[in-house]
C-alpha cells in the first residue's frame, strides 16, 4: 500500500454538496486540507469522481462463511430461529484461524464495495464446548488482524451474551462459546481494547447482544465499560422476540428499552424492525442510530423498518450488512428504498420533496453509520482519509453529474462502478480489486474446504 501525498478529483461529495476540482491532501491517515476550485499539482494522484467512505455499522464477519448455505427447506416453516441453529452448528466448528480467514475475506470485500469502516458485533469469544482462550480476547485479536489484512476501519464491538431466553433463562449449549459474566466481560473489553490498539485508530465499544441475551442487573453492569463509546444492541428483530419480551415485562423491547435505560447519541439499535409509532418516535427523539440491515432482514424474513415515519421523526439510521449474505453497500441502500417503495407502493421515498433519492439515502447512511461507529463521517479536515472513486467510464455513469452520479450509482450500476478505494490515505482498492485479494482468498478457500468438505 502506498501512502498517498494529495489526490486531485474532478468532483466530489463533501459535505456541503458536489464540489469541482477538489485537492485534498492527508497526513497520519486523516485529511488535513481540503482546497476547491484548484488544479492538480504534478505529484497528486487523479480521480474523476469521489465519495467518502461507508461505514458498515453492523456485521458479523464469520457468516460471510455461510451465505448461501441455508437455502434448503426444512420440515415446516423456515424462519430466523431455524436459520439460527444452522448457525450455531457452524460456529461450533471455527478455530481462530478460521475466524481470521473468514473475517479477512469479508473485509476485504467490504472495502471493495466502498465500506471503509466496519462495526463487527462479535459474539464468538471461547473455544470449543466453551473453554476460555488464554486470551479472553484471542478471538478479538483475528478479528483486529483481519481488519489490519484488509485495512478497513475497526469498532470492535464485544457482544455481551448471558441468557438463552428473557427472564434469565438458561443459554443453550449451542451458545456455550459467546457467554459472559459482567466481570469477565469487564476483562474481555480490557483486554479488547489492548489487541486492536495497532490498527491506529480502531475503537472498543459495549454490545449487549439483545434484551433476550441479558438481565436488567447485568445491563446495568456492563453498559458503563463503554466508556464514551459506541453501546449497540440488537432489539425487536422479530415478531417472536416481541411477543416473548411482552410476556416477560408487559413492555415491547424498544419500549422496555427506554423505559429503564437513558438511550443517547452514543447508542445503535440494530434492526429495530417491529416498533410502535411511540417507539418510533422516542428512537427518533433519542438521537440514537437505527441500524438497518436491509439484504439480511429480507434473507431472514425479519420484516421491514418503518423508514417513512422515522425519518419524518428526524431519526437517525445507517446500513449493516449483519449476516453478509452479500456484501454491497450500493445493494444495501437499493434494497433499503425499494422495500419501502413495494410496501408504500410509491417512488422516491427517502428523499424530501426535490430532493435525489441516492443523495438522501448516501447521506442518511454516512451521517448515521459514522456517528454508530463513533467517528466523523465525510470528507472533511480531521476526518480518516478514506474515500472511493467511481469509474467515469462506466456505461451506468455516462453523463451524469452532481446528484445523478449517486441515483445511477446506487440504482444502476451498483458496485461495478467502483473504481479505487482509499483507506486512512492509503490505497488499497485499485480498478475494482483489492490489493491483498489473492493472498485472502487463497487462505479462505483451504479454511472452506476443509470446513465444509471433511
Ligand atoms: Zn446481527
Given amino acids: 500500500m502506498e501512502q498517498l501525498p494529495a489526490i486531485h478529483f474532478r468532483t466530489a461529495l463533501l459535505p456541503d454538496g458536489w464540489a469541482h476540482d477538489v485537492r485534498i491532501e492527508t497526513a497520519a491517515g486523516r485529511i488535513a486540507c481540503i482546497d476547491t476550485g484548484v488544479s492538480a499539482q504534478p505529484r497528486d494522484e487523479r480521480a474523476a469522481i469521489g465519495l467518502p467512505g461507508m461505514a458498515n455499522l453492523h456485521s458479523h464477519a464469520f457468516q460471510r462463511a455461510m451465505a448461501g448455505l441455508t437455502g434448503k427447506r426444512g420440515p415446516g416453516a423456515d424462519s430466523f430461529w431455524t436459520w439460527r441453529e444452522w448457525m450455531y452448528r ?13 473475517a479477512a475475506l469479508a473485509f476485504v470485500e467490504m472495502v471493495e464495495a466502498g465500506f471503509t469502516r466496519v462495526g463487527e458485533f462479535h459474539y464468538l469469544h471461547h473455544d470449543f464446548g466453551g473453554q476460555c ?24 464491538l464485544p457482544v455481551f451474551y448471558a441468557q438463552g431466553g428473557f427472564g434469565g433463562v438458561p443459554a443453550g449449549d449451542g451458545q456455550a462459546r459467546f457467554l459472559s459474566t459482567p466481570d469477565s466481560y469487564a476483562r474481555l473489553i480490557e483486554a479488547s481494547r489492548h489487541v486492536v490498539a495497532p490498527l491506529g485508530d480502531a475503537l472498543v465499544g459495549v454490545a449487549p447482544h439483545s434484551l433476550r441475551a441479558v438481565t436488567p442487573d447485568a445491563l446495568a453492569a456492563i453498559l458503563p465499560l463503554a466508556n464514551g463509546n459506541p453501546i449497540h444492541i440488537h432489539i425487536a428483530e422479530q415478531v417472536r422476540e416481541v411477543e416473548d419480551c411482552v410476556a416477560w415485562s408487559g413492555r415491547r423491547p424498544v419500549e422496555w428499552l427506554f423505559d429503564h435505560v437513558a438511550v443517547d447519541g452514543r447508542w445503535c439499535l440494530v434492526h429495530a424492525t417491529h416498533m410502535t409509532a411511540d417507539e418510533t418516535h422516542a428512537l427518533a427523539r433519542s438521537g440514537a442510530v437505527a441500524g438497518i440491515c436491509p439484504i439480511t432482514e429480507a434473507d431472514l424474513g425479519d ?25 454491497d453497500m450500493a445493494d444495501e441502500l437499493r434494497l433499503f428504498e425499494y422495500g419501502q417503495r413495494l410496501h408504500h407502493r410509491a417512488r422516491n421515498v427517502i428523499a424530501d420533496e426535490g430532493g435525489f433519492n441516492g443523495r438522501a439515502l448516501f447521506d442518511g447512511a454516512l451521517k448515521g453509520g459514522a456517528q454508530a461507529l463513533g467517528v466523523e463521517a465525510g470528507l472533511k479536515v480531521g476526518a480518516p482519509a478514506d474515500w472511493a472513486t467511481l469509474d467515469p ?9 452532481g446528484d445523478a452520479l449517486l441515483d445511477s450509482f446506487l440504482f444502476a450500476s451498483g458496485r461495478h462502478a467502483i473504481d479505487a478505494v482509499w483507506r486512512g490515505g492509503r490505497k488499497v482498492v485499485t480498478g475494482g480489486v483489492h490489493h491483498a485479494r489473492a493472498a485472502v482468498v487463497s487462505r479462505y478457500c483451504m479454511v472452506l474446504q476443509r470446513l465444509l468438505m471433511t
Avoid at 137 to 150: P, V
Avoid at 304 to 324: E, H, K, Q, V
Fill in 393 to 401: 467510464d462506466h456505461v451506468g455513469l455516462i453523463g451524469r453529474q
Fill in 303 to 327: 420484516g421491514l423498518f418503518p423508514a417513512i415515519d422515522y425519518r419524518a421523526a428526524g431519526g437517525a439510521w445507517g446500513i449493516g450488512t449483519d449476516s453478509n449474505v452479500a456484501i
Fill in 133 to 156: 482462550f488464554a486470551d479472553p480476547a484471542e478471538m478479538g485479536a483475528r478479528i483486529a488482524a483481519a481488519a489490519g489484512t484488509a485495512g478497513i476501519g475497526l469498532t470492535l
Fill in 90 to 102: 457452524f460456529v461450533g466448528r471455527l478455530t481462530p484461524d478460521d475466524v481470521e480467514a473468514i
